[in-house]
C-alpha cells in the first residue's frame, strides 16, 4: 500500500478504529503496575482469557446481525494491516481521542463524503493528497476537502532551461 499522509491516514484509521472498537470499561487496576513483563496469551490461565474477552463477548451478544458483520469484517481488516499500518492506526486513533469535538465531528463528515465517491474519484484525490505538501493540504481541507470540492491542481516544480537549449 503506498504512504497516505499522516493526517488523512490518521484520521481515517482514528475513526475506522473508534467506530470499529470495543468499548472497554476502565476498571480500576487490581494492582500497581509492575516492571516485569506479562506472559503472553497463551501462557495466560483461562481465567485471564475469560476475563480479557468478556467485553467483547458481551458486545458480540448484545449486537445486531448487522452490527456482528461489522465487528468481523473490521477485525479481518485489522488482521491484515502490517505492524507499520497498525502502529499509524494508533496513532490516528490517539490523535481522534485528543481531538475537540468540533475536529471529531469534522473528521466523521470527512470520513462519511470519502466513503460515498466512487472507488476511481477516491483513488484520485489519495493520489492527488500524496502529491501535495502541507501548506496545499491544508487549503484543501480548509477549502472543504475530498468530496467537497475537487483537490487544487497539483503543479510540478518546473524545469529550469539552460541558455544551450537543454534542460
Given amino acids: 500500500m503506498s504512504r497516505l499522509s499522516q493526517t488523512i491516514l490518521s484520521g481515517f484509521a482514528a475513526l475506522a478504529l473508534a467506530s470499529a472498537s470495543c468499548t472497554w470499561a476502565a476498571a480500576p487496576a487490581a494492582s500497581p503496575p509492575s516492571d516485569t513483563a ?9 481465567a485471564e482469557h475469560e476475563l480479557l474477552v468478556a467485553p467483547v463477548v458481551e458486545r458480540w451478544n448484545q449486537a445486531s446481525p448487522a452490527q456482528r458483520q461489522r465487528m468481523l469484517d473490521r477485525a479481518r ?11 499509524m492506526a494508533r496513532r490516528g486513533a490517539e490523535r481522534y481521542r485528543e481531538a475537540s469535538v468540533a475536529q471529531r465531528e469534522s473528521l466523521r463528515d470527512a470520513w462519511q463524503r470519502i466513503q460515498k465517491m ?15 505538501g502541507p501548506r496545499e493540504r491544508r ?12 483537490p487544487p491542481e497539483v503543479v510540478p516544480t518546473p524545469v529550469r532551461e539552460t541558455g544551450d537549449g537543454s534542460r
Fill in 118 to 132: 466512487p472507488p476511481a474519484e477516491r483513488e484520485t484525490a489519495r493520489e492527488a493528497w500524496r502529491k501535495m
Fill in 38 to 46: 506479562l506472559p503472553s496469551w497463551s501462557a495466560l490461565p483461562q
Fill in 139 to 150: 487549503a484543501w481541507l480548509d477549502a472543504g476537502g475530498p468530496g467537497v470540492v475537487l
Fill in 77 to 87: 481488516t485489522w488482521g491484515d494491516l502490517n505492524p507499520e499500518q497498525r502502529a
